[in-house]
């Protein structure tokens, strides 16, 4: 089975500070991590996704297999940072020969992050 | 380019009806996924469709199905309705299953409520 763990429900820091978010998973497999954001009235959205080692809108996530993590991180939160933030994986098990995956992500609960001025 | 649409938006029904919900892709999208969102349970998923076909199914009883159509639609039922239904239902869909690659495009949701 596979699981995904955001211990912190709700995250809140001041603008210009370092924030966080935690994610810990527990697959058998190799998984691939996304992370997905909801801003206040809008559609969930992909965010950033392991595979592209990217940074967006100043965040970058690290996965850590040796602790099965895949935490969040931004040097200096901005208000428009505030949002929920899922994390997501997909197991190695959901692929098929070809090596693709069948898209069942599997949901951490969400954090929300609230940045003050 | 007009995204993920769901409808209807919101819907109020009783314990032991039925219901369906649609889900339209982004134009050029063969792949669509239905998940249901709870304050309780998060995000779970519930079924994958690619080209007609179910490819991946979540934890969820026989009381959930679903189908793709042709033009890439899709559609989810539920029936027997419980108390426990009422979630908002999120449908995504992206290019191809290969969800590692492709990004996954979410509608706004239906958001039932069983009394």
């Known amino acids: 089975a596979q699981r995904v763990t955001q211990p912190e429900k709700l995250l809140s820091v001041f603008k210009g500070a370092p924030v966080e978010l935690k994610c810990n998973y527990s697959?058998?497999?190799?998984?691939?991590l996304f992370w997905y954001v909801q801003y206040s009235r809008q559609r969930l959205q992909l965010l950033l996704r392991h595979i592209s080692r990217e940074s967006i809108k100043g965040f970058t996530a690290d996965l850590n297999k040796g602790e099965t993590s895949f935490h969040l991180k931004k040097p200096f939160a901005q208000e428009e940072d505030s949002a929920m933030y899922y994390c997501?994986?997909?197991?190695?098990?959901?692929?098929?020969?070809?090596?693709?995956?069948?898209?069942?992500?599997?949901f951490g609960q969400g954090t929300i992050l609230t940045v003050h001025p | 380019k007009a995204g993920v649409t769901q409808t209807p938006r919101y819907l109020i029904k009783t314990r032991g009806q039925q219901v369906t919900l649609s889900c339209s892709p982004i134009?050029?999208?063969?792949?669509v996924s239905w998940y249901q969102q709870t304050p309780g349970q998060g995000l779970q998923f519930l079924f994958e469709?690619?080209?007609?076909?179910?490819?991946n199914k979540g934890n969820f009883p026989g009381r959930f199905s679903g189908r793709q159509f042709s033009n890439s639609r899709s559609e989810m039922n539920v029936s027997t309705l419980e108390l426990g239904d009422s979630a908002l239902y999120l449908c995504a869909s992206s290019l191809s299953p290969d969800a590692t690659n492709e990004k996954l495009f979410f509608g706004s949701g239906t958001q039932l409520s069983v009394l």
């Open positions: 997501a994986l997909i197991g190695s098990l959901s692929f098929n020969a070809g090596g693709t995956s069948y898209g069942k992500l599997t």
């Open positions: 697959y058998s497999g190799s998984p691939e």
């Open positions: 134009s050029g999208h063969r792949s």
């Open positions: 469709y690619f080209s007609e076909t179910q490819r």
